[in-house]
């Protein structure tokens, strides 16, 4: 059927619009090249009265057994504008852009700020939701504004970055705002010519022996890492039907550290999987608390498990249902639970699911 000029497609299956690759259909379907379709598609969700979500690459979502019954909106808005600015250069790109590709562009170009964040995949439209990051690098860093349009009244909304309020994983538009807006672009302030941020160890290990890396250098090398845990989608690679990692690491209060601290005691230096915060509370690596609750990496149980490469990846071997992904994932969650009484949050969006299966 056509709703404004733009297509609404019935029942259309989701999973291979995702990483994970489960889930069920979506009632209604719109695939977005413009604001104008955007709007077009929240007036048949109203028109409709059903409840809209917006997909990008799909790398962050488990999308339930039964699908979605409203309307899913799939970003594909592309496009760049670029303006140079003194020593900086002003980046404008379509939330439908693909991230890798926009990662790629900075560093061809010499516009240093993304490097350490090329092969996440995904859209440029989601890249702010959970503040995207990687060895050392998080997107907030580089971001000016985001443009969206508001889903209740289909006006164009521009944050600010204060507005957004990114901290780790975590940004407005994954928390108090959640499902209110669809990102339509996202302006970035990039610096030409700098020098490329190496602050991770792995990555500084990695470029030793080059004595003046430069930006490809330090693409090339996340893309050989994140090759060499399986976490690169990308013809030519090996990876696993996932999310990339399925929760996040927790912050806890200095108290419950100490007494994990405790209960680990001969498993590593807890500097090597914690880290102090400024507020006093402590982030602990949820890999490491997932690890030494007794879940191996590769471990399995039916069609699913985790990553042979990493522990904070659950992976669907192929086949598997979105439940038993949530039962092994709750799980691995009652395992840590159990043993150190800090609960894992999941990072992936949940779409679908009646009640919170968590
Ligand atoms: C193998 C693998 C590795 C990964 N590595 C990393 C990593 O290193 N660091 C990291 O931070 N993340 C990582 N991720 C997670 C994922 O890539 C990011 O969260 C990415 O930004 C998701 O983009 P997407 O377009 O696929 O979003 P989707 O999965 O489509 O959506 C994710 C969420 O964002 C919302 N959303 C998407 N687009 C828009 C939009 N235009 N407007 C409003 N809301 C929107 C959705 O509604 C949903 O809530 C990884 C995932 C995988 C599968």
């Known amino acids: ?188 302030r990039l610096k030409k010519g700098a020098a490329p941020l190496i602050t991770y160890r792995e990555l500084e290990e990695k470029l030793s022996c080059i004595p003046l890396p430069t930006l490809a250098d330090v693409r090339d090398a996340v893309i050989g890492i994140r090759a060499g845990k399986g976490v690169l989608i990308r013809n030519g690679y090996e990876s696993f039907k996932s999310a990339g990692s399925f929760f996040k690491n927790p912050v806890v209060q200095r108290a419950r550290f100490e007494t994990v601290e405790r209960l680990v005691a001969g498993h590593g230096e807890a500097a090597s999987w914690a880290w102090p915060l400024p507020s006093g509370d402590v982030k602990i690596s949820a890999a490491f608390l997932i690890q030494s609750a007794g879940f191996e990496r590769g471990c399995r149980k039916g069609r699913v498990g985790l990553s042979p490469y990493h522990t904070l990846i659950l992976v669907n071997h192929g086949g598997a249902t979105a439940r038993e992904i949530v039962d092994f994932a709750t799980e691995v969650r009652n395992g840590v639970r159990e043993r150190y009484g800090v609960i894992l949050a999941p990072e992936p969006r949940l779409v679908g699911f009646s009640s919170s299966p968590f």
Not at 47 to 72: M, R, Y
Not at 162 to 169: M, S, T, V
Not at 175 to 184: C, D, F, H, N, S
């Open 1 to 188: 059927m056509s709703s404004n000029n733009i297509e609404i497609l019935e029942d259309e299956p989701l999973a291979d619009l995702t990483s994970f690759g489960v889930g069920g259909k979506a009632r209604y379907f719109a695939r977005i090249a413009s604001e104008e379709d955007a709007s077009s598609a929240l007036s048949f969700a109203a028109e409709k009265g059903v409840e809209t979500i917006v997909l990008g690459g799909g790398s962050n979502v488990l999308v339930s057994d039964e699908g979605f019954a409203g309307l899913v909106i799939l970003n594909r808005i592309t496009g760049y504008a670029v303006e140079e600015s003194g020593g900086d250069v002003v980046v404008s790109a379509g939330g439908g852009e693909d991230w890798q590709d926009f990662a790629d562009l900075c560093v061809a170009k010499g516009w240093q700020g993304v490097e350490c964040l090329a092969g996440i995949p995904g859209t440029v439209g989601a890249s702010p939701v959970q503040n995207i990051g990687a060895y050392g690098q998080d997107v907030s860093q580089v971001i000016l504004e985001v443009r969206c349009l508001e889903m209740a009244t289909g006006k164009v909304v521009i944050f600010d970055k204060k507005k957004c309020a990114f901290r780790y994983r975590e940004s407005i538009f994954n928390t108090r705002e959640a499902g209110k807006y669809i990102v339509t672009s996202v302006t970035f």
